[in-house]
């Protein structure tokens, strides 16, 4: 089983519509959660930390549920400009390491 | 713009080559990471500085040499790569080992014939 293992996608999704992504994490030992975002041939840029109470900024919104270790990505309200691979990303303290997900393709269309 | 900055941002090489990859951060930051990014599949760290030190070489092959001279500073020297070693090399730092923000450089695309 894959430490951080997310869908691939792409998920296809018109303007304005919703999307949620899913990532599941297999160390229960994991304690921060963290969404990056990456465009097409450009770097990855963290998006937002996810906290146990869920966060929310702006049109997007992150939830953790560690008894079932996974962590969500809401997006409302879809732009064209969303379109990225969204990067799940789970930090275990005890070993001091990050470990990424394969990420989501999102593409948005008019 | 982004505080980490790589170079070259393409590279193509062959096996029996010698090169080397470039970072620098203008962040102040103490910690100095390298990834690689192949097709299809997630991001895997390959070495981590703090502090100057490295901490973490994760079981990278010896044709890939890792080297920081300050904290600003990584260079990633390549000699006798493979074909299967074309990918998308990633920098990135964060404030210190313990800082699980991470700042990526943009990359450098590299294909090995």
């Known amino acids: 089983r894959k430490e951080v293992e997310q869908d691939p996608g792409p998920f296809n999704v018109p303007e304005g519509a919703t999307v949620a992504f899913n990532c599941t994490y297999s160390?229960?030992?994991?304690?921060?959660f963290f969404w990056y975002r990456q465009d097409c041939r450009k770097e990855p840029k963290l998006l937002m930390s996810?906290?146990?109470s869920g966060n929310e900024d702006g049109r997007f919104t992150a939830q953790l549920n560690r008894a079932s270790q996974y962590i969500s990505l809401l997006i409302r309200d879809s732009k064209l400009s969303d379109s990225a691979t969204y990067l799940c990303?789970?930090?275990?303290?005890?070993?001091?390491?990050?470990?990424f997900g394969g990420g989501t393709r999102l593409m948005v269309k008019p | 713009e982004t505080g980490v900055t790589q170079t070259p941002r393409h590279l193509v090489m062959g096996m029996t080559n010698k090169k080397s990859l470039k970072c620098e951060q203008h962040?102040?930051?103490?910690?100095m990471y390298w990834y690689k990014q192949s097709a299809k599949k997630p991001l895997e760290l390959m070495f981590v500085?703090?502090?100057?030190?490295?901490?973490e070489n994760n079981s990278v092959p010896s044709r890939f040499s890792p080297e920081c001279p300050n904290s600003s500073h990584l260079f990633l020297h390549l000699h006798t790569l493979q074909p299967e070693d074309s990918a998308l090399y990633l920098c990135?730092?964060?404030?210190?080992?313990?800082?699980?923000?991470?700042?990526f450089g943009s990359g450098t695309q590299l294909s090995v014939l």
């Open positions: 990303v789970v930090h275990n303290n005890a070993g001091n390491m990050l470990t």
């Open positions: 996810v906290y146990s």
């Open positions: 990135a730092s964060s404030q210190d080992r313990r800082n699980e923000k991470l700042f």
């Open positions: 160390n229960s030992a994991s304690q921060s």
């Open positions: 500085y703090n502090f100057k030190e490295q901490t």
């Open positions: 962040l102040g930051h103490n910690a």
